[in-house]
């Protein structure tokens, strides 16, 4: 795989030893807060700030700071370096091959990783069924919330600046159809899979790096699993082109995906030992010009109820 990706992933001032200290705004505290409650290596943490711009070494000192600020200095800054080596890349469960079928739909194969496990799928929703999902939701979008390491509670914080909407799974004749395609196409049980989510981000929104799975060592993760279990994979779906901006990144992996609407990107984290790839590390780049939408998926081990 061809390292080098894009650098537009996150924002930050001018970094400059202690100053970058007082320079560090609130959005950027929130997210080495969450960063380091959610357990995230210091290595993954410092990448993403040399991504957006800071100094490797005050990137680094931050992060220790941070770390020791919250308590869990031993927990995250004494990680061992190689954590993504000893990650088990086993088989794929997605169906191998240039097309695969999806239940009513042939979806082409656009690219293939290995080391994090990634595919680029495009022409998974057709213009009129994207057009569709964003017309349901445009009116009952609320702020978007993310997992709260300690509690498990779903909060709002700064680092992820959309708006949201889900579906319920098979809630209508249209919706259950998507729900079996890309339930085909992931190559997981339908009723293991959680409601499509409908995200939208306007000129400047963002999802910084970030797992979606949750992490066994916080306190939060129990209320999360006690429904279904771990997360297995996900499934970004474009809905729209971006006329700036908003690629998925992988600031660990060297990997940028821009959106092309109706495409894919499938992503796999939990593999058959039950072990979780740090690598799958990923964010939404800031919306430069126009705006973004998207469509999630996330599988779980179990059937989720």
Request: charged share 25%; proline share 5%.
């Amino acid at each position: 795989m061809k390292r080098g990706m894009k650098q537009d992933v996150t924002r930050a001032r001018e970094p400059g030893s202690e100053g970058v200290m007082r320079e560090m705004d609130a959005a950027w505290q929130q997210w080495l807060t969450t960063n380091v409650g959610r357990g995230c290596t210091p290595e993954s943490m410092v990448d993403a700030m040399v991504q957006a711009g800071f100094d490797k070494d005050a990137a680094r000192e931050i992060v220790r700071r941070a770390a020791s600020n919250t308590g869990a200095e031993a927990a995250v800054i004494e990680t061992p370096p190689d954590e993504a080596g000893a990650y088990d890349y086993d088989a794929c469960p997605v169906a191998a091959g240039n097309i695969v079928r999806a239940h009513d739909r042939d979806v082409a194969v656009r690219v293939r990783f290995e080391r994090p496990q990634v595919i680029v799928f495009d022409d998974v929703l057709s213009r009129d069924e994207c057009d569709e999902l964003i017309e349901r939701a445009r009116h009952r979008l609320k702020r978007s919330t993310t997992v709260n390491p300690e509690s498990g509670r779903e909060d709002v914080i700064q680092l992820r600046t959309s708006e949201g909407f889900w579906f319920q799974r098979c809630e209508d004749a249209f919706i259950e159809r998507l729900d079996r395609r890309i339930s085909a196409l992931m190559n997981w049980p339908l009723e293991h899979g959680e409601g499509l989510q409908i995200l939208h981000y306007t000129k400047g929104g963002e999802y910084r790096p970030h797992f979606d799975y949750f992490p066994p060592s916080q306190s939060g993760s129990v209320l999360h699993t006690s429904r279904g279990g771990q997360r297995v994979a996900t499934l970004i779906v474009y809905l729209s082109d971006v006329a700036g901006g908003g690629e998925t990144v992988f600031p660990n992996a060297g990997l940028a995906v821009m959106a092309r609407q109706g495409g894919a990107i499938y992503f796999r984290y939990l593999n058959g030992h039950r072990q979780l790839d740090p690598l799958t590390l990923h964010g939404g780049a800031p919306v430069t010009n126009g705006e973004k939408w998207i469509m999630t998926k996330w599988m779980r081990e179990r059937p989720y109820v």
